[in-house]
């Protein structure tokens, strides 16, 4: 399978509730960025931690890492509607190229 | 941030064309460029690396007859489909790299091509 499965693989909240996506991947990592995509459009980066970080926070976004596990997640606090969008995480190895996960489509009820 | 753009942002063409993509770099200059797959709510899937004065390196499975690459400048790289078909339908996203230490990307907006 591919690095990096997310789930869930879709999602839907209610406007002031939290989300929170996971990726796993297999390969040991230099970093590990997200990124979210409104349909159809291109990829906006939200934020990267190093393998060396074990959290980050970025505004309302707060991102784990934990490579003992080969996994992170993505929270998202208090979301809004134009929270609306895909989210993808993707890991950067030894190759310069970033390998993107399968994606978490969030969806928050305004 | 730094802006990448690509041209056209949606493409129609009739099978058998061909059509070619430009991702150019707008405020700074990318030695590396990447071109990326989508289909409908699918994940990005890497085709190629577009390196600067030199041939693609494309990923297995992916043709180079098929998907012609062509990097002339620090700033622009081409994706040219040839002989489309139906099965070519698909986002097709490009990256640059800015050199950094941390494998920064930025990302163009994306083309849609649609082949009748």
């Known amino acids: 399978s591919q690095q990096g499965e997310e789930d869930p693989q879709a999602l839907s909240i209610q406007e002031g509730e939290n989300a929170t996506m996971n990726c796993s991947y297999k390969?040991?990592?230099?970093?590990l960025q997200w990124y979210r995509q409104n349909s159809g459009r291109g990829l906006v980066h939200l934020i990267l931690i190093r393998s060396n970080e074990r959290e980050k926070h970025s505004g309302r976004l707060r991102v784990t890492l934990d490579t003992s596990k080969k996994s992170s997640s993505l929270l998202i606090t208090a979301s809004r509607a134009a929270d609306t969008a895909s989210y993808f995480c993707?890991?950067?190895?030894?190759?310069?190229?970033?390998?993107f996960g399968s994606g978490t489509r969030l969806q928050v009820q305004p | 941030g730094a802006v990448v753009s690509q041209h056209p942002s949606r493409v129609i063409c009739k099978s058998g064309t061909s059509v070619k993509i430009e991702c150019r770099s707008l405020d700074f200059q990318a030695t590396t460029m990447f071109w990326y797959r989508q289909f409908p709510k699918k994940s990005l899937m890497l085709m190629a690396t577009s390196n600067e004065g030199s041939k693609a390196t494309y990923e297995q499975g992916v043709e180079k007859d098929k998907f012609l690459i062509n990097h002339a400048s620090l700033t622009l790289s081409t994706l040219t489909v040839t002989s489309a078909h139906p099965e070519d339908s698909s986002f097709y996203i490009c990256?640059?790299?800015?050199?950094?230490?941390?494998?920064?990307?930025?990302f163009g907006p994306g083309t849609r091509l649609t082949v009748l």
């Open positions: 390969t040991s990592i230099n970093n």
């Open positions: 990256s640059a790299l800015t050199g950094g230490n941390y494998n920064e990307q930025f």
């Open positions: 993707a890991t950067h190895t030894g190759r310069r190229a970033l390998t």
